[in-house]
């Protein structure tokens, strides 16, 4: 058996101090899977502290640890209308929903280490996250992801998301990527859980 099969256990919890001991974690792992295919990104430590870390404390941080402490994967959530990530709120509301926006949780971060993926976890923090948004009152769930070759787009599929009607051009935006369109998937978070027990 793989050993960072045996070492991978999950962890949810709502990280309410911006000093939690995965913060650095956190953001190694986000630099290392955002530098990948499809995106090719490259962030700073201090952008990712400033514009995803701490935006998201006091909302909803998955983070998936091994037996060392090490994290080896994340997701983020928050409500749609949050001024978590204005740009996108922004962009949402300005199109026409297929959802009740009001309702809706915006699934905003997910990574997993590629040494430990296909092992199931990217589905425990997408039901981690499904679970703290039914608990908090909301019905729907709604993501971003890149239009082609994305990593997460086949699990939200599976779970019975559906592309919304419009995609997104992030050419002219403040993070240089390979990755120029993004898509919108959506569905009802009692459904998705269904689909993932």
């Given at each position: 058996?793989?050993?960072n099969?045996?070492?991978?256990?999950?962890?949810?919890?709502?990280?309410?101090?911006?000093?939690?001991?995965?913060?650095?974690?956190?953001?190694?792992?986000?630099?290392?899977?955002?530098?990948?295919?499809?995106?090719?990104?490259?962030?700073?430590?201090?952008?990712?502290?400033?514009?995803?870390?701490?935006?998201?404390?006091?909302?909803?941080?998955?983070?998936?640890?091994?037996?060392?402490?090490?994290?080896?994967?994340?997701?983020?959530?928050h409500?749609?209308?949050?001024?978590?990530?204005?740009?996108?709120?922004?962009?949402?509301?300005?199109?026409?929903?297929?959802?009740?926006?009001?309702?809706?949780?915006?699934?905003?971060?997910?990574?997993?280490?590629?040494?430990?993926?296909?092992?199931?976890?990217?589905?425990?923090?997408?039901?981690?996250?499904?679970?703290?948004?039914?608990?908090?009152?909301?019905?729907?769930?709604?993501?971003?992801?890149?239009?082609?070759?994305?990593?997460?787009r086949?699990?939200?599929?599976?779970?019975?998301?559906?592309?919304?009607?419009?995609?997104?051009?992030?050419?002219?935006?403040?993070?240089?990527?390979?990755?120029?369109?993004?898509?919108?998937?959506?569905?009802?978070?009692?459904?998705?859980?269904?689909?993932?027990?």
């Amino acid at each position: 058996m793989n050993k960072n099969k045996q070492e991978v256990k999950i962890t949810v919890r709502d990280i309410v101090d911006s000093n939690d001991s995965a913060r650095v974690g956190f953001a190694k792992t986000y630099k290392e899977v955002f530098a990948e295919k499809p995106y090719f990104e490259n962030f700073e430590i201090e952008d990712i502290d400033q514009n995803v870390w701490l935006p998201h404390i006091g909302h909803c941080i998955v983070v998936v640890e091994n037996n060392f402490r090490e994290v080896v994967g994340f997701g983020c959530a928050h409500p749609f209308l949050a001024d978590t990530e204005p740009s996108i709120r922004d962009f949402l509301v300005a199109q026409k929903l297929p959802f009740d926006s009001s309702k809706t949780i915006f699934m905003s971060e997910l990574a997993v280490r590629k040494e430990f993926r296909r092992q199931g976890i990217g589905a425990k923090i997408i039901t981690a996250r499904l679970e703290w948004g039914q608990k908090n009152g909301y019905t729907n769930f709604c993501m971003r992801t890149a239009e082609h070759k994305s990593n997460s787009r086949s699990i939200y599929e599976k779970i019975g998301a559906k592309q919304a009607p419009f995609i997104q051009d992030v050419s002219n935006g403040k993070i240089d990527t390979s990755s120029k369109q993004r898509v919108y998937l959506w569905g009802k978070i009692s459904e998705a859980l269904i689909k993932l027990k």
